[in-house]
C-alpha cells in the first residue's frame, strides 16, 4: 500500500511539473509575440529591453522546469523498473537457463519411500512397480523391490525374481545391464549360497562387455572366489591329514597298551 503512495505523490509531482513547464513555454511565445509587435513599430524600446529581460528569465525558469520534470520522472520509472520489471526479467532469464522453462517432475518413487518408511512393504513394492512403468529406463525401482523382498520381507527367491524380470523386461543401456548382473550373482553367493550359479553369471558380464571395467571387475571377484576355493580346499587336505596321523597314533598307543597288559598278566 506504501509503495502506491509514493507512486502517487510522484505521479502528482510530475503533473505539476509538466504544467509549470507547459505554461511557461506559452508566457514565453506570448513576450516573444509581444517583443516582435513592437520590434516592428519601432517604438518603445525601454519596453522592449524589459521584455527581453523577462523572456530570459523565463528561458531560466523553463530549463530548471524541465530538469526537474526529468527527475521526478526518471523516479517513478527507475522505482517501477528496479522493483517489478527487472526481477520479473531476471526470473524468466534465470528460469529459461536453468531449466529450459520445464517444470519440476515430482519424483516417481515419492509414494513407494513414503509406505516403505511406514513399513508397508508390500504396497511400496506395489508403488515401485507403479514407478518402474513410469519410467522404464530407470532401473532404481527393480533395485528397490529386490532390496525390500531380501532385508525386509526375508524372501531371497523372490528377489533373484525380480532382477531377472527386470533384466528380461527390455534393453538396458551397458551401465545398467552389468549392474542387474553383479546384483544377481551377489543374491545367488551370498544368500542363495550357490556359488556356481554366481561364477557362470559374472563369466557372462566378462563375455558379453569385454574391454570394459564390468568385464575387469567380473574377472576380479572370479579370481578371489577361485582363490578362496583352494584355500578351502587346501585346509581340508590338511585337516584329513591331521584326523589320519592322530588316528594312527591312538591305534599306535592302544597296541603297545595291549601288548604291555599281556606282559603284566604273564608275569603275574
Known amino acids: 500500500m506504501t509503495k502506491w503512495i509514493i507512486y502517487g505523490v510522484l505521479a502528482v509531482l510530475v503533473a505539476g511539473s509538466w504544467m509549470m513547464y507547459s505554461e511557461t513555454g506559452k508566457e514565453m511565445s506570448k513576450v516573444e509575440a509581444q517583443i516582435s509587435q513592437l520590434e516592428e513599430t519601432g517604438t518603445d524600446e ?17 530549463t530548471f522546469n524541465g530538469i526537474l520534470l526529468t527527475f521526478l520522472s526518471a523516479g517513478p520509472i527507475g522505482i517501477f ?8 526479467f531476471a526470473q524468466r532469464v534465470t528460469h529459461a537457463v536453468y531449466d529450459s522453462g520445464e517444470k519440476v517432475e515430482k519424483d516417481v518413487t515419492h509414494d513407494a519411500r513414503s509406505l516403505m518408511a511406514q513399513g508397508e512393504y508390500e504396497g511400496a513394492i506395489a508403488a515401485f512397480k507403479l514407478a518402474a512403468a513410469a519410467d522404464p529406463l530407470n532401473r532404481l525401482p527393480w533395485l528397490e523391490i529386490a532390496k525390500i523382498q531380501k ?19 527390455q534393453e538396458w543401456e551397458l551401465n545398467d545391464a552389468a549392474y542387474f548382473l553383479f546384483r544377481l550373482a551377489e543374491l545367488y553367493d551370498e544368500v542363495d549360497g550357490d556359488r556356481a550359479t554366481a561364477v557362470s ?7 558379453q562387455f569385454p574391454g570394459t571395467r564390468h568385464s575387469a571387475n567380473a574377472s576380479h571377484k572370479l579370481r ?8 578351502a580346499a587346501a585346509g581340508g587336505d590338511a585337516g584329513s591329514s591331521a584326523r589320519l596321523a592322530q588316528t594312527t597314533a591312538d591305534e599306535e598307543a592302544e597296541y603297545f597298551a595291549r601288548i604291555q597288559r599281556g606282559s603284566d598278566e604273564r608275569n603275574s
Open 151 to 169: 532385508n525386509n520381507l526375508c524372501d531371497a527367491a523372490a528377489a533373484i525374481l525380480t532382477i531377472r524380470h527386470a533384466l528380461e523386461s
Open 81 to 88: 523498473m528496479a522493483v517489478h520489471l527487472l526481477p520479473f
Open 224 to 231: 578371489e572366489w577361485a582363490a578362496a576355493g583352494e584355500a
Open 46 to 62: 525601454e519596453q522592449i529591453a524589459k521584455l527581453k529581460s523577462d523572456l530570459q528569465s523565463m528561458e531560466g525558469e523553463k
Open 201 to 207: 553369471i559374472l563369466n557372462q558380464v566378462v563375455e
